[in-house]
C-alpha cells in the first residue's frame, strides 16, 4: 500500500500553520451559519420560496458530501501548500461572486464553490495536526480547533442579524472576504509541507460510486427536511435507495482494492470506531438544535433574528472556550472521564428542552443552551482525538476523510429527522386539538409541541451515544504506543 510519508527530520512551526488553517476554517464556518440567519431576507428579496432557499444549504452540504471522501487521496497526491492554497482560492473566489451577487442563481453557484474550499480545507487541518503534533499533545491542539469552530457559528447569526438590520446580507460576504485574504498571504509565507505526495492512482470508478452514494444520502435526507412531500416524496426515495446500493458497492471496492481511495479498514481499530460514532451523534445534536432552537425563538417567541442570535451566543462562546481546556484535560486524563459525563449533561438538558414552553424565561433558554455547549465539548474534541489517535501514521489522510465525511451524513440526516419531528408534531398539535391550522394565533402553541418532540429524539440521539462511550478506553501515547495500536 502507498503511504503518505511525514517528512523524516524536519522541524515543523506548528503556531504559523495553525494560525493560517485556523483564520480561513474560521471564516468558512462563519459565513455558513451566518447566511442561515439571512434565508428568510432571501426568501423576500429574492423573490424565491423556502424551497428555492433551502437549496443555498442543500447545495453546500451536497458538494461537501461529495468532494471531502475524495479528500484522502487528495492529500496523497498534492503538497500541504498546494492544498491549502487551493481550498482558500476556492473560498475567495466563492466569497466574492456570493458579495456581488445580484440574484438567487449566482449565489447558488457562489455557495458551490465556497463549499469546495471548504471540503478541501477541513481535512487538511485535522490530517496536518495529526502529523505536527505528538499524540500527547493533540488534545490540546484539537481543542483550538474546537474553539474556532464552535465560536464561528455562535458569533455567525448575531453578527448576521447586525449586518441585515443595517446594512444587507451582501455583507455576511464583503466582512469575509479580506480576513481569507490575509489567511492566503499569510498560508504562502508561513505554511509548510507536512508531507510527501505518494501519487495513488485515481480509481473513477470509486469516485463514481463516492460521489452517487454519499451526495445520495446528503441530497435524499437533505431534500426531505425542506417540507416538500416529506419522506413519501419519489425525489427523496429514490435518492436514497441510489445512495444505499452505491455506499454498499463503494464499501466493498474499497475492501478489495490494494490503494484504496478511502480506507476502510480504518474501522478495525476498535477506538477509531467508537470515536467516530461520538462525533455522528454530537453532529446530530449540535446541527439539529441549531436548527430547533433558532426557529421556536423567532416564530414561536416572536424574536427577531437578530435576538435569536444574541440569546444562543453566549452558549456558543462558552463551548469555544471550553474546547482548549477540555482538550488539555484529555491530554492528561483521556476520554473517558469526559465523555460519559458529558453524554449525560447533554442527555438531561435536552429533556428539560422537551419541555419547553411559551412561559419558558429567555435566562432558562440561555442557561440551558449553555450547560448543553458545555456537554458538547466534553463528547466532540476527546472522542475525535481518541479515535484518530489509534490510527496508524498512513492511515490518517484516511481517518479524517472518514470522519468528516460522516459528520456531513449525519448533519443532514439530524436537521432531516429534527424537521420532521417537528412539522408532524405541529400537525398532531391541530388534529389532537380539532384547531384548523388556519387559526394563527394558535400557531405558537402548535410550533411548541413540535419542538418538545423534536428535542425528545435529541434525547434518544444521547442515550445511544452515551451505551456507545461506554466502550470507550485510552488510546496510549507512550512506548508501548505501537501495541496498543493494533485493532482487536
Given at each position: 500500500?502507498?503511504?503518505?510519508?511525514?517528512?523524516?527530520?524536519?522541524?515543523?512551526?506548528?503556531?504559523?500553520?495553525?494560525?493560517?488553517?485556523?483564520?480561513?476554517?474560521?471564516?468558512?464556518?462563519?459565513?455558513?451559519?451566518?447566511?442561515?440567519?439571512?434565508?428568510?431576507?432571501?426568501?423576500?428579496?429574492?423573490?424565491?420560496?423556502?424551497?428555492?432557499?433551502?437549496?443555498?444549504?442543500?447545495?453546500?452540504?451536497?458538494?461537501?458530501?461529495?468532494?471531502?471522501?475524495?479528500?484522502?487521496?487528495?492529500?496523497q497526491c498534492f503538497t500541504t501548500r498546494q492544498l491549502?492554497?487551493?481550498?482558500?482560492?476556492?473560498?475567495?473566489?466563492?466569497?466574492?461572486?456570493?458579495?456581488?451577487?445580484?440574484?438567487?442563481?449566482?449565489?447558488?453557484?457562489?455557495?458551490?464553490?465556497?463549499?469546495?474550499?471548504?471540503?478541501?480545507?477541513?481535512?487538511?487541518?485535522?490530517?496536518?495536526?495529526?502529523?505536527?503534533?505528538?499524540?500527547?499533545?493533540?488534545?490540546?491542539?484539537?481543542?483550538?480547533?474546537?474553539?474556532?469552530?464552535?465560536?464561528?457559528?455562535?458569533?455567525?447569526?448575531?453578527?448576521?442579524?447586525?449586518?441585515?438590520?443595517?446594512?444587507?446580507?451582501?455583507?455576511?460576504?464583503?466582512?469575509?472576504?479580506?480576513?481569507?485574504?490575509?489567511?492566503?498571504?499569510?498560508?504562502?509565507?508561513?505554511?509548510?509541507?507536512?508531507?510527501?505526495?505518494?501519487?495513488?492512482?485515481?480509481?473513477?470508478?470509486?469516485?463514481?460510486?463516492?460521489?452517487?452514494?454519499?451526495?445520495?444520502?446528503?441530497?435524499?435526507?437533505?431534500?426531505?427536511?425542506?417540507?416538500?412531500?416529506?419522506?413519501?416524496?419519489?425525489?427523496?426515495?429514490?435518492?436514497?435507495?441510489?445512495?444505499?446500493?452505491?455506499?454498499?458497492?463503494?464499501?466493498?471496492?474499497?475492501?478489495?482494492?490494494?490503494?484504496?481511495?478511502?480506507?476502510?479498514?480504518?474501522?478495525?481499530?476498535?477506538?477509531?470506531?467508537?470515536?467516530?460514532?461520538?462525533?455522528?451523534?454530537?453532529?446530530?445534536?449540535?446541527?439539529?438544535?441549531?436548527?430547533?432552537?433558532?426557529?421556536?425563538?423567532?416564530?414561536?417567541?416572536?424574536?427577531?433574528?437578530?435576538?435569536?442570535?444574541?440569546?444562543?451566543?453566549?452558549?456558543?462562546?462558552?463551548?469555544?472556550?471550553?474546547?482548549?481546556?477540555?482538550?488539555?484535560?484529555?491530554?492528561?486524563?483521556?476520554?473517558?472521564?469526559?465523555?460519559?459525563?458529558?453524554?449525560?449533561?447533554?442527555?438531561?438538558?435536552?429533556?428539560?428542552?422537551?419541555?419547553?414552553?411559551?412561559?419558558?424565561?429567555?435566562?432558562?433558554?440561555?442557561?440551558?443552551?449553555?450547560?448543553?455547549?458545555?456537554?458538547?465539548?466534553?463528547?466532540?474534541?476527546?472522542?475525535?482525538?481518541?479515535?484518530?489517535?489509534?490510527?496508524?501514521?498512513?492511515?490518517?489522510?484516511?481517518?479524517?476523510?472518514?470522519?468528516?465525511?460522516?459528520?456531513?451524513?449525519?448533519?443532514?440526516?439530524?436537521?432531516?429527522?429534527?424537521?420532521?419531528?417537528?412539522?408532524?408534531?405541529?400537525k398532531q398539535y391541530y388534529i389532537d386539538n380539532q384547531?384548523?391550522?388556519?387559526?394563527?394565533?394558535?400557531?405558537?402553541?402548535?410550533?411548541?409541541?413540535?419542538?418538545?418532540?423534536?428535542?425528545?429524539?435529541?434525547?434518544?440521539?444521547?442515550?445511544?451515544?452515551?451505551?456507545?462511550?461506554?466502550?470507550?478506553?485510552?488510546?496510549?501515547?507512550?512506548?508501548?504506543?505501537?501495541?496498543?495500536?493494533?485493532?482487536?
Open positions: 500500500m502507498q503511504q503518505t510519508k511525514p517528512l523524516e527530520g524536519k522541524n515543523f512551526r506548528p503556531m504559523p500553520i495553525l494560525i493560517a488553517l485556523l483564520l480561513s476554517g474560521f471564516i468558512g464556518m462563519f459565513s455558513e451559519t451566518a447566511l442561515n440567519v439571512a434565508l428568510s431576507d432571501l426568501i423576500n428579496l429574492l423573490h424565491i420560496t423556502p424551497a428555492t432557499a433551502q437549496w443555498l444549504t442543500t447545495a453546500y452540504l451536497l458538494t461537501l458530501g461529495i468532494l471531502v471522501p475524495v479528500s484522502g487521496m487528495l492529500l491549502f492554497i487551493a481550498a482558500v482560492s476556492f473560498s475567495i473566489v466563492g466569497t466574492f461572486i456570493a458579495a456581488i451577487a445580484p440574484n438567487f442563481e449566482l449565489l447558488l453557484i457562489a455557495r458551490v464553490v465556497q463549499a469546495i474550499g471548504t471540503g478541501l480545507l477541513l481535512p487538511l487541518m485535522f490530517n496536518t495536526i495529526l502529523v505536527i503534533f505528538p499524540p500527547e499533545k493533540r488534545g490540546a491542539a484539537m481543542g483550538v480547533i474546537g474553539l474556532v469552530i464552535m465560536v464561528a457559528p455562535a458569533v455567525g447569526p448575531t453578527i448576521a442579524g447586525l449586518l441585515i438590520q443595517n446594512l444587507s446580507w451582501h455583507w455576511i460576504f464583503w466582512l469575509s472576504l479580506p480576513f481569507l485574504l490575509i489567511s492566503l498571504i499569510f498560508g504562502i509565507v508561513s505554511m509548510q509541507n507536512i508531507g510527501e505526495p505518494t501519487r495513488p492512482r485515481f480509481d473513477l470508478l470509486s469516485i463514481l460510486l463516492s460521489t452517487l452514494g454519499f451526495g445520495g444520502i446528503v441530497f435524499g435526507f437533505s431534500s426531505a427536511g425542506e417540507g416538500e412531500g416529506g419522506w413519501t416524496s419519489e425525489r427523496v426515495i429514490i435518492s436514497l435507495i441510489v445512495g444505499v446500493v452505491a455506499l454498499i458497492a463503494f464499501a466493498i471496492r474499497q475492501l478489495t482494492m490494494k490503494q484504496p481511495m478511502m480506507n476502510l479498514r480504518a474501522f478495525r481499530y476498535p477506538m477509531f470506531t467508537v470515536g467516530t460514532m461520538l462525533v455522528l451523534v454530537c453532529m446530530m445534536v449540535i446541527l439539529s438544535s441549531m436548527l430547533i432552537l433558532p426557529l421556536y425563538l423567532q416564530q414561536g417567541m416572536g424574536k427577531t433574528a437578530f435576538q435569536a442570535g444574541l440569546l444562543l451566543l453566549p452558549g456558543g462562546i462558552i463551548n469555544g472556550i471550553m474546547s482548549p481546556i477540555m482538550g488539555r484535560l484529555f491530554d492528561k486524563f483521556g476520554p473517558k472521564w469526559l465523555v460519559i459525563p458529558g453524554l449525560i449533561i447533554i442527555g438531561v438538558i435536552l429533556w428539560f428542552f422537551s419541555s419547553i414552553s411559551l412561559t419558558t424565561t429567555v435566562a432558562v433558554i440561555i442557561v440551558l443552551h449553555t450547560c448543553l455547549m458545555i456537554g458538547v465539548s466534553m463528547v466532540f474534541m476527546p472522542g475525535q482525538t481518541n479515535g484518530l489517535n489509534q490510527l496508524p501514521p498512513e492511515y490518517y489522510p484516511h481517518g479524517t476523510a472518514i470522519m468528516n465525511t460522516l459528520q456531513q451524513v449525519a448533519g443532514a440526516i439530524g436537521t432531516a429527522v429534527a424537521v420532521s419531528i417537528l412539522s408532524s408534531g405541529t384547531i384548523n391550522p388556519a387559526d394563527l394565533t394558535k400557531a405558537p402553541l402548535a410550533m411548541t409541541q413540535g419542538v418538545q418532540h423534536a428535542f425528545i429524539f435529541g434525547v434518544i440521539i444521547a442515550v445511544v451515544g452515551l451505551v456507545l462511550a461506554l466502550f470507550i478506553k485510552r488510546v496510549r501515547t507512550s512506548g508501548a504506543e505501537a501495541g496498543q495500536r493494533a485493532p482487536h
